[in-house]
């Protein structure tokens, strides 16, 4: 499964050199993800078990600069289900292009909130994993 979410460039996102400051992707990818899981229904699910997915590593490469009123799409998906961690891959673009500003990898483990600790994406877990890889 694939979803887009947008966001209008602002004023606020901006840095010295008038386009948007690199740790302004984070938040526009962490929104994204937010977006993904809502529409998936992953965060009651997740909270129903007990369960939060935590972001472990980011890999992001910086392509080509934003610039105020600039519309972002950024398309989310999740790209591999590991034993214990998952990966979402996430392409930001400028909204009606092919230009892309910014991808990045976004691996995460899915954490036993009673225990703090990571726990193994099996069984049903896994399952729900893998219907997301499905598009």
Do not use: C
């Amino acid at each position: 499964m694939s979803q887009i979410s947008f966001v209008t460039v602002r004023g606020y996102h901006l840095d010295v050199y008038q386009h948007v400051n690199n740790a302004r992707y984070l938040e526009f990818l962490e929104d994204a993800r937010w977006q993904y899981l809502e529409e998936t229904g992953d965060i009651e699910y997740f909270q129903s078990l007990g369960l939060a997915w935590v972001i472990v590593n980011i890999n992001i490469s910086y392509r080509t600069g934003a610039y105020m009123g600039q519309v972002l799409a950024i398309e989310t998906k999740l790209s591999k289900v590991g034993n214990k961690s998952a990966v979402f891959n996430q392409v930001i673009t400028v909204k009606g292009t092919e230009t892309v500003v910014a991808d990045a990898d976004i691996t995460f483990v899915v954490l036993d909130q009673k225990t703090g600790k990571a726990i193994p994406i099996e069984d049903d877990l896994r399952e729900r994993f893998n219907q997301h890889l499905i598009d």
